[in-house]
């Protein structure tokens, strides 16, 4: 059956992982002309009206606009390497959604734009079950006429877009520094659990007062951030001194319950070493200058 599509928009999705699925059978549900390749086949089982390349080079010559979305950027790297000519990306345009190290999108821009092919580094940071949301963040950096020209088409995927910078390594050092947010915000959390249960209170609740504070919070945490771009520590809501002691109650009530100590210890540490360097009168945020090394 010849196979038909409203749009004609072509686009080819390289990598059918959890990621990778959700954005082909998008892109499918929008009508565009999906090109799909997985390194093993029968991942776009189920996919609807969707043509199957059977190399990476047949998805890339199939549309002007290819999205990368794998495991690593090592093995982008070498799924470049192998393809049987890399200047089919000439007047293309790869989007690589592939999580990774600044460095090495630095390494894949200079590839595709020495063939004269466009490079845009993305970091999608939402789940597979959020893609397509209005309030799904992609991160954005790399050639400006391209993402311009394909904006659009990247709504398909999330509402929520940035373009960062036009050096492609901004999306992946971004990505890095929220998550290293979140992962740190995630830790605290399962310790919060923990004492919670502990104390045999309901984890339900635990959930539903951090849902109620985050907002103002965050707005903190903004504020906070702001303080460290201006170099400006004086202290205006709470000194680092109080938050020492906060500390040192949050480090005590850990070894009473005798859990794994490293969390409560460090942070109780780092902000007592920010106090010894005569900062407890200033600012939390002050302890940024605490973690940075002098070479
Ligand atoms: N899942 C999330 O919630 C999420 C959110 C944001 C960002 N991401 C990022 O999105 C990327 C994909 O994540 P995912 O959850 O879709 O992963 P996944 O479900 O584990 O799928 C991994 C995909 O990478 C392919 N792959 C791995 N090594 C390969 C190689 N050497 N050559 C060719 N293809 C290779 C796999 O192909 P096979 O089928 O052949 O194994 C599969 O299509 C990652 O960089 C991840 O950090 C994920």
Do not use: C
């Amino acid at each position: 059956m010849k196979t038909t599509f409203k749009n004609n928009k072509r686009i080819s999705v390289l990598g059918l992982g959890q990621m990778g699925r959700r954005i082909a059978q998008l892109y499918v549900e929008a009508e565009y002309q999906v090109t799909a390749w997985n390194r093993t086949p029968g991942k776009v089982d189920g996919l609807g009206n969707i043509r199957l390349a059977e190399t990476a080079a047949q998805a890339i010559l199939a549309s002007p606009l290819i999205i990368l979305i794998i495991s690593n950027n090592k093995s982008v790297l070498e799924i470049l390497a192998d393809l049987p000519d890399i200047q089919i990306f000439k007047n293309k345009t790869l989007i690589n959604f592939t999580t990774g190290s600044p460095g090495e999108a630095e390494s894949i821009e200079k590839i595709i734009s020495d063939v004269h092919g466009a490079y845009i580094h993305g970091a999608i940071q939402a789940s597979p079950d959020q893609l397509g949301l209005k309030s799904a963040t992609i991160l954005s950096s790399g050639n400006k006429e391209a993402f311009e020209k394909y904006v659009n088409d990247l709504a398909i995927i999330g509402g929520n877009i940035r373009q960062l910078s036009e050096q492609a390594a901004a999306s992946s050092a971004m990505d890095t520094a929220t998550s290293t947010w979140i992962y740190g915000s995630f830790l605290g959390l399962i310790y919060g659990a923990e004492l919670s249960r502990h104390y045999g209170l309901s984890l339900k609740d635990y959930g539903t007062i951090i849902g109620e504070i985050a907002p103002e919070f965050i707005d903190y945490f903004k504020y906070e951030v702001e303080l460290i771009e201006r170099g400006d520590f004086r202290a205006t809501q709470s000194t680092l001194s109080n938050h020492l002691a906060a500390t040192q109650r949050l480090a005590d009530s850990f070894k009473a319950i005798n859990v794994e100590q490293t969390f409560p210890t460090l942070i109780n540490n780092l902000l007592k070493k920010a106090e010894q360097n005569g900062l407890g009168d200033e600012e939390l945020a002050a302890l940024s200058k605490i973690i940075v090394k002098h070479s």
